[in-house]
């Protein structure tokens, strides 16, 4: 394995999201309940898909100012594990909210009409639509050099769609998501404890850290059958 | 004097109440129940960290072989 200290860290850092993430108190929270530990979990998701996205954005930007044809596909793969993580994000959510959300008096389809407004969930379907766009182009255009800025201009604009999208929008409009109007939906401190913000931060690293671990083994992968290919 | 003491209890009585009437899995706490939840977690975790190795071992020797 290459360079394995942070995979381990990551690891680690799982393996106590998973045992102390069950364990701690949490506050009692009469409509969450014990969901309230899907904070370690769900949250997480996003912070990584962020994280994920500003490297890919990164990478993009290197392409174009270098022209090196690695930085396009890192820039590929990091996007990708971010898809994947903003996906994982959404059905967990989608899972959570089924259970918190729903007004007791109806039924959950009828009371799928509120969520379904849900400024929030929008937000990060037209995000999560604006990357899938983003595979659908780089694998519409054949020449290679082509591609690869086409798909970096493009990963910018992507990256640019996040801010409205996701980080502004919502968050001026009120939800029944947490950090709605008021504020932040994860890093406000009046809705998690100090206790749960111990394993809280040790989470998003450790799912961060296997996000980006899976995106350089995507990367090495395709490198190799790249030069395969060139043989 | 009396009034508001009586304000101040009924606060202080429905804040206790309402943080004990929240229904938390404590059982699944007391009897130990959570810790088996939790080995099942490890595992599928440990389960998938090591196809993760494995594929990076795997990447590593065709690296080494071009």
């Not at chain 1, 370690?40 to 290197?62: E, K």
Request: hydrophobic share 55%; glycine share 6%.
């Amino acid at each position: 394995m290459r360079r394995s200290w942070w995979k381990i860290l990551g690891v680690l850092l799982l393996v106590y999201t998973f045992i102390a993430g069950l364990l701690i108190e949490v506050p009692r929270n009469p409509q969450l309940q014990e969901t309230i530990r899907n904070l370690f979990f769900h949250v997480c998701m996003w912070f990584g898909m962020m994280i994920l996205f500003i490297v890919s954005f990164v990478r993009a930007i290197m392409y174009l100012r270098t022209n090196k044809h690695i930085h396009d596909i890192a820039s590929r793969q990091y996007a990708g594990v971010g898809i994947l993580f903003g996906l994982l994000g959404y059905l967990t959510g989608a899972i959570w909210m089924s259970y918190t959300w729903i007004d007791s008096n109806k039924s959950i389809f009828n009371s799928f009409d509120t969520i379904a407004r849900e400024p929030k969930l929008i937000g990060a379907a037209i995000a999560l639509l604006v990357y899938a766009a983003y595979l659908v182009l780089r694998d519409s255009i054949q020449d290679m050099d082509k591609r690869a800025r086409i798909s970096a201009v493009y990963n910018i604009f992507a990256f640019a769609m996040l801010f409205p999208s996701i980080w502004i929008i919502p968050r001026l409009l009120d939800s029944l998501h947490p950090g709605g109007s008021e504020g932040n939906p994860a890093l406000d401190p009046g809705s998690a404890s100090a206790n749960m913000r111990l394993v809280f931060y040790p989470a998003i690293a450790g799912w961060t850290l296997i996000g980006v671990w899976i995106a350089t083994l995507k990367i090495r992968m395709k490198i190799l059958y790249e030069q395969k290919l060139s043989q | 004097m009396k009034k508001f003491s009586f304000i101040f209890y009924f606060l202080l009585f429905t804040l206790i109440a309402n943080a004990q009437n929240v229904n938390m899995a404590d059982v699944m706490k007391e009897n130990g129940k959570i810790y088996v939840v939790i080995a099942v977690m490890l595992t599928i975790l440990a389960g998938l960290v090591l196809y993760l190795v494995r594929l990076d071992r795997k990447i590593s020797k065709l690296e080494k072989n071009k």
